[in-house]
T-cell receptor
């Protein structure tokens, strides 16, 4: 069955520290991959997406993600976290044939301490 | 700004009532998803429309219905409202690749 797993329900990091949020997927073929961020009471905002090509993808707000086919993973990273990065982060997948069946992970809530 | 608009931003109503939430997708996108997000259930997919036709249903209650109009805007109708229907309701405009662009949401409070 197709699924997306974000193993960490919440993570706390210190401001200025590096961040890695994990995402694993189960899919029949290499899907399109996405990371979204949601601030409290707001809609989800697309951070970055991977369709094909270079497995290291750059996104907005200084985030990047690396696609690892052998591990079925698409982890999100940021070298130095800012207090404004505190939010919930969602990993998502969609079929690589295009189309409209996107599956979201349960989300990881990021807390940033001063 | 995602280019997706949702109205109203906030809605407060009483149990048993009926409300309509509206969504206008990004220009050029034909598909719209509706989601419900609550603290205990997380982000739940409700229903998907593509170019006016229903394409997929998720965890949508029978009291809820939706439609997409010829101008591609969509409406989500919630009836016989219960306290547990209080939540954020999002629509997402979907591009051909599956990239979803979310609207700002409608916060529904049922008293």
């Amino acid at each position: 069955a197709q699924s997306v797993t974000q193993p960490d329900i919440h993570i706390t990091v210190s401001e200025g520290a590096s961040l890695e949020l994990r995402c694993n997927y189960s899919y029949g073929a290499t899907p399109y991959l996405f990371w979204y961020v949601q601030s409290p009471g707001q809609g989800l905002q697309l951070l970055l997406k991977y369709f094909s090509g270079d497995t290291l993808v750059q996104g907005i707000k200084g985030f990047e993600a690396e696609f690892k086919r052998s591990q079925s993973s698409f982890n999100l990273r940021k070298p130095s976290v800012h207090w404004s990065d505190a939010a919930e982060y969602f990993c998502a997948v969609a079929p690589n044939t295009g189309g409209f069946k996107t599956i979201f992970g349960a989300g990881t809530r990021l807390f940033v301490k001063a | 700004d995602s280019g997706v608009t949702q109205t109203p931003k906030h809605l407060i109503t009483a149990t048993g009532q009926r409300v309509t939430l509206r969504c206008s997708p990004r220009s050029g996108d034909l598909s719209v998803y509706w989601y419900q997000q609550s603290l205990d259930q997380g982000l739940q997919f409700l229903i998907q429309y593509y170019n006016g036709e229903e394409r997929a249903k998720g965890n949508i209650l029978e009291r809820f219905s939706a439609q997409q109009f010829p101008d591609l805007h969509s409406e989500l109708n919630l009836s016989s409202l219960e306290l547990g229907d209080s939540a954020l309701y999002f629509c997402a405009s979907v591009s051909w690749s599956g990239t979803q662009y979310f609207g700002p949401g409608t916060r529904l409070t049922v008293l």
